[in-house]
């Protein structure tokens, strides 16, 4: 991999997030880059006026790349495929924790230690606020679920008094 030969692999990453959190929030730069009438060297230049100031050489040499290889509509993709091998080869998981209301610096942190423990490994931790969950929480990492969601649980009382477990002794 060329960003790790040379040592910038870090900034390659972070340039990587925002091509992918930029594309991801503009619709019309993924019409753009979807749409096959569109020329290739207008698609790089609007690449260049994008980012050209704002990532590094290496990573505006790959994008130009991707998109003169008309892959340009894959580029959210390969963005996000590479975090998640820069995740991969620096140890790190990817947890997500969903509550009803924000919670303090000292619940994330307590968090991160618990699937740190768990995964052995370090933690990136994204948190969403969902106030449908009525209470508790719910947290994801590499394929796993820890569900205490109070929904949850309400959802699984209805389930088990649906049921007609009573037996006349009559």
Known sequence: MVAADTEQLDAVNDDMRMVASTCSDNHILSTLFANPVIPEHKKAAVLRDLFAERVSKISMLFMEF???????????????????????????VLSQLVTATPVSEDIKDAVRQKVGDFTHKNVELETTVDPLILGGMSITFDGNMFDARISTAVA??????????YESKL
């Open 156 to 165: 699984n009382l209805r389930k088990e008094f649906s049921k007609n477990v």
């Open 66 to 92: 991707v998109v003169r290889k008309r892959r340009s509509v894959n580029l959210r993709g390969i963005a996000d495929a590479f975090v998640q091998l820069y995740r991969d080869h620096n140890g790190i």
